[in-house]
């Protein structure tokens, strides 16, 4: 990693641990609405079209305050069956390594905090030790909504079970998860989980409070820019259409009201920004 992948906010330091960056899904196939029109009144800047590769990141962030350090989501995880997607299959990526680069081992990790129990936001919580697999950070709490928990034991769940058999129970079996109520709640002095479903049952954006500055991680509830120009539109990975496009309306607000810095977890470049709005649009700027 290097100097731009840090940032400074108030006491936090931020730092963007990278494991993958992919190009798999056009427009149109992560967005169902995207339609030329729209695409050519919104973004012709960026010249996309319905056939224009979207280019997502893959990365957790880590958060060092002056009390903790914390991590935002855990990514993919290296070794893992992922038989329903080559992008998670197997992987071997830097990620742990990266994550050292920043002068942070695993043990360092005081907290896990989960925007939501997906295959790309779980799968560094465990590693294989040779026999079996055994959480990462061996001192971290996790921190999941009980809805996220509460969906593994729904038939829905099937097709991705070994997620939950490789990447959450064992860190449940070890006594090291903790789940919030669905209606969100501050977590840790100044660390509040905000209930922004649709995207999964019980995804949760996470506010973090440092002097006059506020930061949010807004998980999935976006997937690229597109989305601050057009929040209407869900992406393909979306479970609940209503409730997605009403916490993406939130989430737009809450931060452009609060002058919030916004952290992504699939936006390439730097995927940190601001929002604003004029005129009734919402508009990103990467910083």
């Known amino acids: 990693m290097n100097l731009s992948d840090v940032y400074q906010i108030g006491d936090l330091r931020i730092s963007k ?70 992008i998670f299959h197997q992987l071997q ?31 560094w919580n465990t590693v294989w030790d040779g026999e079996k697999w055994v959480p990462t950070f061996a001192n971290a709490m996790h921190v999941c909504s009980q809805a996220e928990l509460d969906f593994y034991g729904t038939p829905a769940a099937a097709p991705r079970l070994m997620l939950f058999e490789d990447s959450i129970k064992p860190v449940r079996d070890a006594g090291q998860l903790a789940t919030i109520n669905n209606g969100g709640e ?38 690229s820019p597109l989305q601050v120009a057009l929040p209407q539109w869900n992406s393909v990975f979306c479970a609940e259409q209503v409730a997605a496009r ?14 919030a810095t916004v952290f992504t977890s699939h936006f390439t470049k730097c995927s940190v920004g601001h929002i604003t709005k004029a005129n009734g649009q919402y508009a990103w700027a990467f910083i």
């Open 93 to 123: 990526s830097p990620w742990l390594g990266n994550l050292e680069r920043a002068g942070v081992r695993p043990e360092d990790i005081d907290f896990v905090l989960h925007t939501h129990l997906h295959v790309d936001h779980v799968g």
């Open 17 to 86: 641990i990278t494991e993958q960056v992919f190009s798999a899904l056009s427009v149109a196939q992560l967005y169902p609405d995207a339609t030329p029109h729209l695409l050519e009144a919104t973004s012709s800047r960026e010249q996309m079209r319905q056939d224009t590769p979207v280019e997502m990141s893959i990365h957790s962030w880590l958060v060092e305050t002056p009390q903790h350090r914390l991590l935002i989501d855990t990514a993919s995880g290296n070794f893992k069956d992922r038989p329903f997607s080559s």
């Open 246 to 259: 009403v916490s993406r309306r939130w989430l737009l607000e809450y931060a452009e009201v609060n002058c």
């Open 186 to 223: 501050e977590y840790l002095p100044g660390i509040k989980f905000h209930p922004t479903p649709g995207h999964s049952p019980g995804h949760m954006s996470i506010s973090i409070e440092s002097g006059d500055g506020l930061v949010v991680f807004c998980g999935d509830v976006m997937h």
